[in-house]
């Protein structure tokens, strides 16, 4: 079973930064994507940036040149930099792995954090 625990959350102004954590647990396979996704108030859960364990990464139109997903395999944390941050990109932002089992595809998800974007 994975475990994925997210931290870095929190309250900043617009065009501050913050940096969130994410850190897995458990038994993973070595191909795997990790992923940041977030869901704003009364809206659908969307695709942020993800990062294959081959070295690809992937971002939504909206955080293109502000957000870098960034891993550290060795240390089991995939990381989200998030600058010049907008209201906009207020939600609660939620830690995804995808990998493979025995059993077949298996999706892990975390239990979220907040960030608030003020004007």
């Known amino acids: 079973q994975v475990q994925l625990v997210e931290s870095g959350g929190g309250l900043v102004q617009a065009g501050g930064s913050l940096r969130l954590s994410c850190v897995a647990s458990g038994s993973i396979s070595e191909g795997n994507i990790m992923s940041w996704d977030r869901q704003a108030p009364g809206k659908g859960r969307d695709l942020v940036a993800a990062s294959v364990s081959g070295g690809t990464t992937n971002y939504a139109d909206s955080v293109k040149g502000r957000f870098t997903i960034a891993r550290d395999n060795t240390r089991r944390t995939v990381y989200l930099q998030m600058n010049s941050l907008k209201p906009e990109d207020t939600a609660v932002y939620y830690c995804?792995?995808?990998?493979?089992?025995?059993?077949?595809?298996?999706?892990?998800w975390g239990q979220g954090t907040q960030v608030t974007v003020t004007i």
């Open positions: 995804n792995l995808v990998d493979a089992t025995t059993r077949g595809r298996r999706e892990s």
